[in-house]
């Protein structure tokens, strides 16, 4: 497919939870499986907004006068959440992570910016409006050599998930209704199926260095598209960014079908389905849905606070890994990573700088050691406590231990013996060991030293320190 000749015109939007409580009261962000203990009907009607004109969408959703069914739990959520009482004021965490982000993606923060209300009449929010505030504009990033334009950056609460649908009523859970999100939407930069994917992986990348909620479901990408001289597309709820430019592909094929059917195109809103294809959602909205949230104060985005921002800006995971790659090997590097250890190497490696040896200790022989002895990660983690850790690295740091017994340490507190135990060596008297060692080179001459080390190392396991042996050999051969 030639994407330049048929003028495929795209950009994406993010929406993505963070790990806070919810943005406009203080009840936690956490979806439950137990049965809600509240229970309330309604409907919800399209109303002219202060421009005097009701939105398309809004009176599409009111023409199908469906019974809204909220679910909600006495001790998880409030009157908030039910529209039965005034939003408080803005969660302040959320704020500064929605501008961490901001400067993350190079956008400028705004001095003030007010709360607004955009109309929704789908049922997913009690109030009939999402609340939102812009936070930054004008930002980019860059992938594979391309500036790709980042429009906005909002923060907004986001919407109840839906339980069970029928034909004349949806049940909605109000758990998920004001769990912050941020939503980030790119410049209609994107050219190709393969760079809307890639765009979205190196947000997502830098939306995770930020305290965001992980795993299914707390990120979100809709697609905005369009080829040469057809309507603008909008696909909703792509949940895999992997999935992004197969989505754009099919979309493309079913446009170029209906063209060849001489079909009409509608401007219309579209849902992502798990396959890569898209089914009919709703009409696009028009401009007439977003007015201001007069119960919250205008939000202040003072200097001051920027400044204590950008002075703890996490840095995004592909800087820190390049980083860490020219220490040591990438596949330790990536274990690192994974393993979320990075703080803890930081500490450790202040105290003995030999990265790869820091690294094994973190994230390596924990693990080979718990599936050795068959033991539960939790165990291994709570038996290898930084402080653990610590003592290890300075008796490292200190001589009194080598880096060879190193593991073998490690196994002993991790079966149960205390770190002051395991790292005491058996005091051996060295005049023996150099005399054994006198009596192996001349039984077999002309080895390399490795393997004299092996064969005393062998004898004397844990009990002797490896660089003195080295020492001692050296001066017999
Ligand atoms: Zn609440």
Request: proline letters at 4%; hydrophobic letters at 35%; aromatic letters at 4%.
């Amino acid at each position: 497919m030639d994407y330049e000749k048929i003028g495929l015109k795209s950009g994406i939007e993010i929406h993505q939870q963070l790990d806070t409580h919810k943005l406009f009261c203080e009840c936690p962000s956490l979806l439950r499986k137990d049965d809600p203990d509240i229970i309330i009907k309604r409907r919800l009607y399209a109303a002219a907004g202060e421009t005097g004109k009701v939105d398309v969408a809004a009176f599409y959703e009111q023409s199908k006068q469906k019974e809204f069914v909220y679910e909600a739990y006495s001790n998880s959520t409030c009157l908030v959440e039910l529209d039965e009482e005034p939003p408080h004021q803005i969660n302040e965490e959320a704020l500064r992570i929605a501008l961490q982000i901001s400067l993350l993606l190079n956008a400028k923060p705004l001095n003030v910016t007010q709360v607004m209300r955009k109309t929704v009449v789908d049922g997913s929010n009690t109030s009939g409006f999402q609340r939102t505030l812009l936070i930054a504009r004008n930002g980019f990033i860059d992938v594979k050599g391309k500036r790709i334009g980042i429009q906005n950056i909002c923060l907004e609460e986001d919407s109840a998930r839906i339980i069970k649908k029928t034909d004349k009523e949806v049940t909605f859970r109000l758990d998920r209704l004001g769990i912050p999100l941020v939503e980030i939407a790119t410049s209609p930069d994107i050219k190709n199926p393969e760079e809307a994917k890639l765009v979205a992986l190196k947000i997502g990348e830098i939306l995770r260095s930020c305290k965001v909620k992980r795993g299914i479901g707390t990120i979100r990408q809709d697609v905005n598209m369009s080829i040469t001289n057809r309507p603008r597309i909008e696909i909703k709820g792509v949940q895999d960014p992997r999935l992004i430019d197969k989505t754009i592909e099919t979309e493309i094929e079913r446009q170029l079908k209906l063209k060849k059917q001489k079909k009409k195109l509608e401007q219309e809103v579209r849902k992502a389905n798990l396959d890569g294809t898209t089914s009919f959602l709703r009409p696009l909205p028009g401009a007439a849905r977003m007015y201001p949230e007069t119960d919250i104060p205008l939000v202040k985005i003072t200097w001051k606070m920027l400044q204590d921002i950008k002075k703890s800006l996490p840095r995004p995971k592909h800087e820190i890994r390049q980083e860490l790659e020219e220490k040591m090997h990438s596949e330790l590097a990536k274990a690192l990573l994974k393993e979320g250890k990075l703080e803890d190497y930081k500490v450790l490696i202040k105290i003995y700088n030999k990265p790869g040896l820091i690294t094994k200790m973190l994230a390596i022989w924990p693990k080979e050691i718990a599936s050795h002895e068959k033991l539960s990660m939790e165990k291994v983690n709570s038996r290898l406590s930084m402080d653990v850790l610590e003592t290890i690295t300075e008796n490292l740091a200190s001589g009194k231990i080598d880096q060879i017994d190193v593991k073998k340490i490690l196994v002993d507190i991790i079966k149960g013996r205390s770190v002051t135990e395991a790292i005491k060596i058996e005091k051996v008297d060295m005049k023996k060991i150099e005399n054994e060692i006198k009596k192996f080179i001349k039984k077999k001459p002309g080895l390399r030293i490795n393997a004299y080390m092996g064969l005393i190392m062998k004898k004397y396991k844990g009990k002797i320190n490896a660089a003195q042996v080295v020492e001692i050999i050296k001066k017999y051969i």
